[in-house]
């Protein structure tokens, strides 16, 4: 168990099981883009560690670059997204392969989705840690998902509660 400001968590995802579940998905992803060149977009701040490993599993040597959105206060989503940190890169007629920490209700992933559309990419990949499909509303399933969770809080491995707790290694759920 461990204490971050207000709330107990404690641990729901070791860290050896989320680097055996991210090195699987590296090799998918080889798989599906060995004749491709993708460009990777993490969505900070939460893909960060994430896609650090994940591109580290990877043979492939995608493009990296990163947006950041924000769309949660406290504990919950706020049902808005709003971007901070934009895209810079030109993404017409590429492979988008778009990296998310979690897939909660999935606003989030409906705005991103929705504004690479508009620029006219040749595909988008969505790959994902963690997956909540009992909270999701909006947007399609994503294509490759670490894990399914049911619809509690977590954190760590990135994922944070009020900016805290990104550095831990396993993954904890709210007590």
Not at 90 to 99: A, P, Q, S
Request: aromatic share 10%; charged share 30%.
């Amino acid at each position: 168990m461990i204490k971050i400001l207000d709330k107990t968590f404690e641990i729901y995802i070791e860290e050896t099981k989320i680097l055996q579940r991210v090195a699987e998905l590296g090799k998918e992803l080889d798989r599906d883009f060995k004749d491709k060149n993708p460009l990777m977009i993490s969505v900070l701040n939460g893909a960060f560690i994430f896609s650090a490993d994940l591109i580290r599993c990877m043979g492939i040597q995608p493009e990296i670059t990163f947006i950041r959105v924000a769309s949660y206060e406290e504990l919950q989503s706020t049902g808005k997204v709003k971007e901070v940190l934009g895209l810079k890169e030109n993404i017409f007629n590429r492979d988008i392969l778009l990296v998310e920490d979690i897939v909660d209700t999935g606003e989030t992933l409906s705005y991103l989705v929705e504004m690479f559309e508009t620029l006219g990419p040749k595909s988008i990949s969505i790959v994902t840690l963690l997956h909540k499909p009992e909270a999701q509303q909006k947007s399609k399933k994503p294509d490759y998902i670490g894990f399914e969770i049911p619809p509690k809080f977590v954190l760590g491995y990135g994922l944070d509660y009020n900016g805290l707790g990104r550095e831990l290694r396993d993954l904890y759920q709210l007590v």
